[in-house]
């Protein structure tokens, strides 16, 4: 049974107790839209003692009865189910300092963020829909549900979430919306950084990510600040078509969808501004700024409660994004220093960044291709690219008489050899090259 009809059961057993009950929310949005939809969040008038109840043969989580849910595991998914209710105020511009449970549906549904989130649906599939929901959705457009302040003075986080549903729906923020949210950007300082994070995650893998951030620069820019140098920053170089903001905002968009390279993408020149020179003919260099990015990742991410993991990956990704790769050679070193798939990561990041410039850096790709190629050829037939694979060890060098960092510096001078082919990994002539340096 598939988690679609699983949650008919639910909705069923809740109508057979005498409840109203709807599937609500992005599900609803997602289903009118033919987008795949992964949770289903349902809504009722049977109070959460009420609910837990009907469902007390399954197994029912309060998860957040103050505010009427629980979650209910159901053959293996949970689905979180919610009474009616009507928000009391929000003191701190996050979450309700109250809340009153209704029997209205339409009470609940005005409550939430935006018409495209405000809709509901019953088990026959007969839609409700008093904000006008469907009409965004076919019109793509992203609007409040009533007075946009009202929304954003609620819960700050839905400034952000207007730009990122503007990025992954594709839709235009209509007017009365993106003025409000413009000009209440300022109550996102009063939002948790993991929950800025999160949005932030979402927004980059919009496919429509770089015309939301054009129109949005300033809210993004509000949950990172080192955004504002890049702005209308003109790069003065004949490789680039657009101002370092939008450069950076079109590699994100041409990156494959894959998070940690999207993520790279999004701060891999964020520190231009700041090493722009300009040579005697009027060209604009940056010299050194993906090492200095790199590092501004690194404070940016840990700020926004990034996992450790993910702020590694990003940071090589962007401290070698600029590096030229001339030739085979240069291919080995990059996959030795860097591991496969942080290699393999570089090349899409590097690809991605040629398509966010003039159109004849585009040819560069082909090459980065190759090197692709040659990276898998090369993993594939085993070649010696780590320590691991060299085919003497620490034991052999220190059977030489090597002691202490003697051991590694020797190993790491043969694996140099043997990466640049200098030298084939044989026992026998990597033993006899190590006698040579140890002498």
């Known amino acids: 049974m598939k988690s679609a009809d699983k949650y008919v059961f639910l909705l069923e057993k809740l109508e057979r107790s005498g409840f109203e009950a709807y599937i609500v929310g992005g599900c609803v949005r997602d289903r009118l839209l033919g987008r795949r939809v992964n949770d289903y969040d349902i809504t009722t008038n049977a109070l959460p003692e009420q609910i837990m109840s009907v469902f007390s043969e399954l197994t029912v989580i309060p998860t957040g009865l103050k505010h009427g849910t629980v979650t209910v595991l159901y053959q293996h998914i949970p689905f979180e189910i919610t009474t009616f209710r009507v928000d009391g105020c929000y003191s701190d511009s996050r979450r309700p300092d109250s809340v009153q449970f209704t029997a209205s549906l339409t009470e609940d549904l005005a409550r939430r963020d935006l018409t ?4 509901a649906m019953d088990r026959s599939g007969t839609l409700y829909d008093p904000f006008g929901g469907r009409d965004d959705l076919e019109n793509k457009v992203i609007r409040c549900v009533g007075e946009p302040e009202k929304r954003f003075s609620e819960d700050a986080l839905r400034i952000l979430r207007t730009v990122r549903f503007a990025s992954v729906l594709g839709f235009t923020t209509e007017d009365a919306t993106a003025r409000a949210a413009h000009e209440m950007r300022g109550l996102l300082d009063n939002i948790s950084r ?48 657009y101002d370092v903001f939008e450069h950076i905002v079109r590699a994100v968009a041409a990156a494959p969808y894959d998070q940690t390279i999207r993520t790279a993408m999004l701060f891999h020149d964020i520190c231009k501004p700041q090493m722009f020179t300009v040579d005697s003919d009027g060209i604009g260099h940056f010299k050194g700024h993906a090492e200095v990015s790199a590092d501004a990742a690194h404070r940016i991410m840990r700020r926004l409660r990034w996992d450790s993991a993910s702020i590694r990956d990003v940071q090589a990704i962007i401290a070698n994004h600029s590096i030229k790769i001339k030739n085979r050679t240069d291919v080995r070193r990059l996959v030795a220093k860097l591991g496969e798939e942080s290699f393999f990561r570089l090349m899409e990041a590097k690809k991605a960044d040629n398509l966010a410039k003039n159109e004849f850096v585009f040819a560069e790709n082909e090459w980065f291709d190759e090197c692709i190629a040659y990276a898998r050829e090369l993993i594939e037939k085993g070649e010696c690219l780590t320590l691991r694979q060299l085919a003497v060890n620490g034991s052999d060098i220190s059977a030489l008489g090597a002691e202490g960092s003697r051991i590694s510096d020797c190993l790491n001078e043969l694996l140099s050899r043997v990466i640049d082919g200098e030298l084939p990994n044989e026992r026998d002539r990597l033993l006899a090259h190590a006698r040579e340096v140890l002498i």
Do not use: T, W
């Open 194 to 241: 993991e929950r800025c994070r999160e949005e932030i995650c979402r927004m980059i893998m919009g496919e429509s990510f770089a015309e939301a951030a054009l129109r949005h620069r300033d809210i993004i820019a509000q949950v990172v600040p080192e955004f504002r140098p890049c702005f209308d920053f003109e790069q003065h170089n004949p490789y680039h078509k």
């Open 116 to 119: 495209v989130n405000a809709m």
